[in-house]
Nanobody, 120 residues
Framework: EVQLVESGGGLVQAGGSLRLSCALSGFTFRNYVIGWFRKAPGREREGLVSISSRTGSTYYASSSVKGRFTISSDSAKNTVYLQMNSLKPEETAVYYC????????????WGQGTQVTVSS
């Protein structure tokens, strides 16, 4: 069974940093893309950044986080990270990781999310 489990969320002051983790298990895919998303109350889900398991290349779907958020992976630990710096109150949201297992640009497996709250 494919599972994605996020952790690392919490309360941080504006300007602070957090590192989220996405632990992967049950994977049999050879090539896939892992992405980070967020969903704030009253807003649509927003794609942030993704990384290819095959090439390690990254893609920023959101220009607002480029330069502040960094995605990385540790294949030995089967974990993908999202380092978030200079956080803003408007970035309070539930953060999710997800996998595109078919290379279809559709993310078909999702974690349960982790809450990030940025106080002003």
């Amino acid at each position: 069974e494919v599972q994605l489990v996020e952790s690392g969320g919490g309360l941080v002051q504006a300007g602070g940093s957090l590192r989220l983790s996405c632990a992967l298990s049950g994977f049999t895919f050879r090539n896939y893309v892992i992405g980070w998303f967020r969903k704030a109350p009253g807003r649509e889900r927003e794609g942030l950044v993704s990384i290819s398991s095959r090439t390690g290349s990254t893609y920023y779907a959101s220009s607002s986080v480029k330069g502040r958020f960094t995605i990385s992976s540790d294949s030995a630990k089967n974990t993908v990270y999202l380092q978030m710096n200079s956080l803003k109150p408007e970035e309070t949201a539930v953060y999710y990781c997800a996998v595109d297992s078919l290379g279809s640009h559709e993310f078909d497996y999702w974690g349960q999310g982790t809450q990030v709250t940025v106080s002003s």
